[in-house]
Structure formats: structure tokens, C-alpha cells
């Protein structure tokens, strides 16, 4: 119950970030048009459109996390090889951009970035990865390393 209502959130909550940062990246990219400014010699024109599409582009990831979350929630199974390595990725990015937002931004924005990557570590960490032979007698321990030394009696 608590890892598919974890999941659920974490859900939620990408989509709301993911439409907060697009509608950023939209006003971004109209002032930096308006104003038309070159930075160092680049075309205004070249800069928006590169706004823009940064914005979509992270949007989609985190409309895909989103996703991968809510179908990990809807179905209470773990996520597969691709949603897990989507789902850390997410997770490093927020770790790292919590960090930036402390100083850039404020602790506010440490706050919520901070809250989403909980968010994203305790839905990986509740769907663990099912281990090979759990619950079963038959387990064998591993072999011994190469050049190890291993015991010839009892």
C-alpha cells in the first residue's frame, strides 16, 4: 500500500514539475526574443528556440518518469532494467540540481528538489529488484574467488 501511494506521488508530483518548467522555459524563451540580446555575438533568434527546446526536452523526461512511476504504482510491481536506470537518473539529476538551487535559488527550491528526489529514491527502494533464489532452499553459496584459498575438510 505505502510503496504504490509513493509511487503515485512521485508521479504527480514530476508531472506538476515537468509543467512548471516548461511554462519557465517558455517565458524564457519569449523575453530572451523580446529583448533581443545577443550574448558574445549569438543570434536572439538561435537562443529561444534553443529555450524552447530545452523545456520540451526536459519536460518529456519527466513526463516519462512520470509515467514509468505511475505504471509501477498501477501495476505494484517493480519497474524494469530501462525504467530503473530512467527513474536514478532522475534521481542523480534532482540530487545535483537540489545542490545547485541552495545557491542560486534558495532553500525553498532546495526544499522541493530535495522532496522530489526523496520521492524518487523511496519508490526505487520500496519496488526493490527481486533477487535470484529468494525463498527458496536450493541456494549455493558463490564460488570462491580465483586464487583463493577454500577449506579441503570438514
Same mark, same amino acid.
Given at each position: %500500500?505505502? *510503496?504504490?501511494? /509513493?509511487? =503515485? @506521488?512521485?508521479?504527480?508530483?514530476?508531472?506538476?514539475?515537468?509543467?512548471? @518548467?516548461? @511554462?519557465?522555459?517558455?517565458?524564457?524563451? *519569449?523575453?530572451?526574443?523580446?529583448?533581443? %540580446?545577443?550574448?558574445?555575438?549569438?543570434?536572439?533568434? /538561435? %537562443?529561444?528556440?534553443?529555450?524552447?527546446?530545452?523545456?520540451?526536452? %526536459?519536460?518529456?523526461?519527466?513526463?516519462?518518469?512520470? !509515467?514509468?512511476?505511475?505504471?509501477?504504482? @498501477?501495476?505494484? *510491481?517493480?519497474?524494469? *532494467?530501462?525504467?530503473? !536506470? !530512467?527513474?536514478?537518473?532522475?534521481?542523480?539529476?534532482? =540530487?545535483?540540481?537540489?545542490?545547485?538551487? /541552495?545557491?542560486? !535559488? =534558495?532553500?525553498?527550491?532546495?526544499?522541493?528538489?530535495?522532496?522530489?528526489?526523496?520521492?524518487?529514491?523511496?519508490?526505487?527502494?520500496?519496488?526493490?529488484?527481486?533477487?535470484? =533464489?529468494?525463498?527458496?532452499?536450493?541456494?549455493?553459496?558463490?564460488?570462491?574467488?580465483?586464487?583463493?584459498?577454500?577449506?579441503?575438510?570438514?
Amino acid at each position: %500500500m505505502l *510503496r504504490r501511494l /509513493v509511487a =503515485g @506521488l512521485a508521479a504527480i508530483v514530476l508531472v506538476a514539475e515537468a509543467a512548471v @518548467l516548461v @511554462l519557465v522555459h517558455i517565458v524564457l524563451g *519569449r523575453t530572451t526574443a523580446n529583448q533581443s %540580446m545577443s550574448i558574445a555575438g549569438s543570434d536572439p533568434d /538561435v %537562443m529561444s528556440k534553443a529555450t524552447y527546446a530545452m523545456g520540451a526536452g %526536459m519536460g518529456a523526461f519527466l513526463v516519462l518518469c512520470a !509515467v514509468l512511476a505511475a505504471v509501477a504504482a @498501477l501495476g505494484d *510491481r517493480s519497474p524494469g *532494467r530501462f525504467a530503473r !536506470v !530512467v527513474l536514478i537518473t532522475a534521481a542523480v539529476t534532482h =540530487g545535483l540540481l537540489g545542490v545547485l538551487a /541552495v545557491v542560486l !535559488v =534558495g532553500w525553498a527550491a532546495f526544499a522541493a528538489t530535495t522532496l522530489i528526489l526523496c520521492l524518487l529514491v523511496l519508490t526505487l527502494t520500496l519496488y526493490a529488484a527481486p533477487r535470484d =533464489g529468494d525463498g527458496e532452499g536450493d541456494v549455493q553459496p558463490p564460488p570462491p574467488a580465483y586464487g583463493e584459498l577454500k577449506p579441503t575438510g570438514p
